[in-house]
């Protein structure tokens, strides 16, 4: 189950997601190449991705920033920019354009800080958008907790996309970073779930003065949880059944 497509259209253009999208984007295609060459590649994110084992030395801290726009394959980049296209907009609409980029980077410094204190002695090279992504998230779910986003959901032998409220939709994703940490070892690699769960908690916490300063509850009583613009239509709201 994952999320396609929500119906809220961004107010106004949405610059710095486009600009996220775009470096980020136009990183990896920058070194795409050197995954045929692994020890190319291994110098590359020993340079620039976020080692835990090195910033708890007291090296490398600016790797916590880099690390932020380096990915680890074509389904690792192309879920994170996924989400960062669904909840970017909104969420940058509300913040303001600058505001809203500091946000950003800072959801992702404090996910990769999570990650490191959640595995401070992995030599594990760690690397992706994911964890600011979630802060973007999480300052959603703060604002617009009953927007509507289309979920495709996958059980086997078909498929099927309609719409949920948001809150429903991250508050399982988060749970599921939630448990996927506690049963994972940091040490082991994999996903950094413990940073996912971070930034998405990163993401309310540095939410909440906007969403105070609107008014807090009465914001979300003027809105009904949702962006403060018309919803989208959409033709289609599903896909027919794929039978055996």
């Known amino acids: 189950m994952f999320p396609i497509r929500d119906h809220n259209p961004s107010g106004r253009t949405p610059y710095v997601t486009y600009l996220l999208l775009v470096a980020n984007i136009a990183i990896f295609l920058s070194y795409v190449g050197l995954f045929q060459d692994p020890r190319a590649l291994n110098a590359l994110f020993f340079e620039y991705a976020a080692i835990p084992a090195r910033i708890t030395s007291g090296d490398g801290f600016r790797t916590l920033f880099s690390s932020m726009f380096l990915h680890g394959g074509w389904l690792h980049l192309a879920g994170n920019m996924l989400f960062l296209w669904i909840f970017g907009d909104n969420v940058e ?41 979630a802060g973007v998230m999480g300052g959603y779910l703060l604002l617009f907790p009953r927007a509507r986003v289309d979920i495709l959901l996958i059980l086997i032998i078909f498929f099927r996309i309609f719409p949920i409220p948001a809150w429903i939709m991250l508050v399982l994703w988060f749970a599921l970073q939630f448990i996927g940490g506690l049963g994972s070892d940091p040490d082991a690699g994999g996903v950094a779930y413990w940073a996912h769960a971070g930034g998405f908690i990163a993401g309310i916490v ?4 906007l969403w105070l300063a609107r008014g807090g509850p009465q914001f979300w009583n003027r809105t009904q949880g949702h962006p403060p613009h018309p919803e989208a239509t959409y033709s289609r709201s599903r896909i027919p ?3 055996r």
């Not at 354009?97 to 404090?110: D, E, S």
């Not at 540095?206 to 003065?209: E, I, V």
């Open 241 to 243: 059944k794929v039978h």
């Open 206 to 209: 540095l939410t909440l003065p």
């Open 93 to 133: 609409d509300e913040m303001g354009h600058i505001p809203f980029l500091v946000f950003y980077l800072a959801t992702g410094l404090a996910a990769g800080l999570l990650h490191v204190m959640s595995a401070p002695y992995s030599p594990v090279p760690t690397v992706g958008a994911s964890g600011a992504i």
